[in-house]
Each structure stands twice: as C-alpha cells, then as structure tokens.
Nanobody, 113 residues
Framework: QVQLVESGGGLVQPGGSLRLSCVASRISVSINTMAWYRQAPGKQRELVAAITMSGYTNYADSVKGRFTISRDNAKNTVYLQMNSLKPEDTAVYYC???????WGQGTQVTVSS
C-alpha cells in the first residue's frame, strides 16, 4: 500500500530553518504531483507548496521566498526547505499526493523563542 512518511519537524526559534522530508513508497514522486500542506490548531488545512511531474512549483503567498519544495527521484523523496521561519508557521505539516487523495501522518513544526 502507498506510504508517505514525513520527518524533520521540531522546535525552532523565529528566523531559523528546518528541512522536512517525505519518503514515498509504492508511489513515484517523479510522475505525481506532490504537495505539502499544513494545519494549525483551530484552522483549516492549507496548501503550502506543490511540485508537478514537470517540475513546476507553486507556493502559498505566505511562504513565497522563504520555503522551497524539491524532490529527489532516485530517493523517491520530497523535501520542504523552510527558512526565515515565523511563529505563524507553527503547524502540523503533511506530505500528500493530491492526485490519489493520500496523505502522510504529519510532522509537527513549532516556531517559538
């Protein structure tokens, strides 16, 4: 069965950086649109970034210029590099394959001093 396993979350100070990883099994990240979503307490899940089969990327306005989505086809892994983190970036981050409506279990990111 399809698996998406996220890692890399944690506690970081404002202005810091984290890199999230999403290792995929039984689904190829190179031929599927892959995305990162996040959900903060009391808020709806929102799209953070996505990357298509052709490599086209798009980002939420709130993270443009700070976050970068990428993938390593050989490792079948998708990444989210997060720089200049802000307290409002605090959320559970989910890796997903929207085309098959499948999501991982999520990894917590907390930005706090």
């Amino acid at each position: 069965q399809v698996q998406l396993v996220e890692s890399g979350g944690g506690l970081v100070q404002p202005g810091g950086s984290l890199r999230l990883s999403c290792v995929a099994s039984r689904i190829s990240v190179s031929i599927n649109t892959m995305a990162w979503y996040r959900q903060a307490p009391g808020k709806q899940r929102e799209l953070v970034a996505a990357i298509t089969m052709s490599g086209y990327t798009n980002y939420a306005d709130s993270v443009k210029g700070r976050f970068t989505i990428s993938r390593d086809n050989a490792k079948n892994t998708v990444y989210l590099q997060m720089n200049s983190l802000k307290p409002e970036d605090t959320a559970v981050y989910y890796c997903g394959a929207p085309g098959i409506n499948f999501w991982g279990q999520g990894t917590q990111v907390t930005v706090s001093s």
